[in-house]
């Protein structure tokens, strides 16, 4: 089992950044892809980014593209989505996520992909 455990959320304005973290433990981070996704009142759950578990390969919904960064560092079993110029419609609760994967270059993109969720950590931006 992997327990994922977020943090970083907050109430901001639009235009400002906010730092998400995962926190992993359980089983060997550096073994884990890990990803985020978000979702919204209303509305289905988005794929928002996702990293190989060396950190060497990255993906980004067209949505966040150019204004998130997904990285980790495997030394403190932990993952971190940096949001920069947010907007209201990021609003959403962000949830981290982790697959086992073999492959040191593989992420994945799609949310039926990860074997073990956290709980989510709520992101509200007002205009």
């Known amino acids: 089992q992997v327990q994922l455990v977020e943090s970083g959320g907050g109430l901001v304005q639009a235009g400002d950044s906010l730092r998400l973290s995962c926190a992993a433990s359980?089983?060997?981070?550096?073994?884990?892809?890990m990803g985020w996704v978000r979702q919204a009142p209303g509305k289905e759950r988005e794929f928002v980014a996702a990293i190989s578990w060396s950190g060497r390969s990255t993906y980004y919904a067209d949505s966040v593209k150019g204004r998130f960064t997904i990285s980790r560092d495997n030394a403190k079993n932990t993952a971190f989505l940096q949001m920069n110029s947010l907007k209201p419609e990021d609003t959403a609760v962000y949830s981290c996520a982790a697959k086992f994967s073999y492959s040191s270059g593989s992420y994945y993109s799609t949310s039926s992909s990860y074997d073990y969720w956290g709980q989510g950590t709520q992101v509200t931006v007002s205009s």
């Open positions: 359980g089983r060997t981070f550096s073994d884990y892809a």
